[in-house]
């Protein structure tokens, strides 16, 4: 939160003569890398700055890569979050967009080569394709790498 800044906004939409004179629509930007997250579907400021939070996790997830993920992976958080081969984490808590960085990181790594970077991060094939498709974005950016990549698709 140190590096973002906060917006608030009055956005249109269903909450009736409130929601349009009370600026309860969160924006916030991560300053370093420009990337948002935004929120305006609550008529409650503090429930839109949380999912604007949570959006703004994901987005950085799916649009920022940190180099070192690769050569750490598996993560104490991964392993923590994938024991005996099986990832146990819900899109709805906090875990779940660093475990996508992480994963996607790894991809990126292995030239989108799933078998690998699964067997890297002590995972099936086929729970981390699971795992990707709970982020339909994610799994769009892997399929994206595998055409560049003239892999097959993924189904």
């Known amino acids: 939160m ?3 800044e906060l917006r608030t906004a009055r956005r249109r939409g269903p909450g ?3 929601r349009n004179k009370t600026e309860s629509a969160v924006i916030l930007k991560h300053v370093p890398t420009g990337v948002e997250g935004q929120a305006a579907e609550r008529r409650s400021q503090p429930d839109n700055a949380r999912n604007a939070l949570k959006r ?3 987005n950085l997830a799916l649009e920022v890569r940190d180099p070192s993920f690769p050569e ?3 993560t104490e958080l991964w392993r923590k979050r994938c024991p005996n081969g099986r ?3 819900n899109p ?3 875990d779940f967009a660093p475990l996508i960085a992480e ?4 991809i990126l790594e292995h030239a989108g080569h799933l078998h690998g970077a699964a067997e890297q991060l002590g995972c099936t094939f086929s729970q981390l394709c699971k795992f990707l498709k709970e982020e339909p974005r994610a799994w769009l950016l892997v399929s994206h790498w595998r055409k560049e990549r003239e ?3 993924l189904q």
């Not at 994963?103 to 790894?106: D, E, F, G, I, S």
């Open 2 to 4: 140190k590096q973002c």
């Open 16 to 18: 009736g003569q409130h």
């Open 56 to 58: 703004l996790r994901m």
């Open 72 to 74: 750490c992976a598996p």
């Open 87 to 89: 990832i146990a984490v």
């Open 92 to 94: 709805e808590h906090a």
């Open 103 to 106: 994963a996607l990181a790894v």
């Open 151 to 153: 892999l097959p698709a």
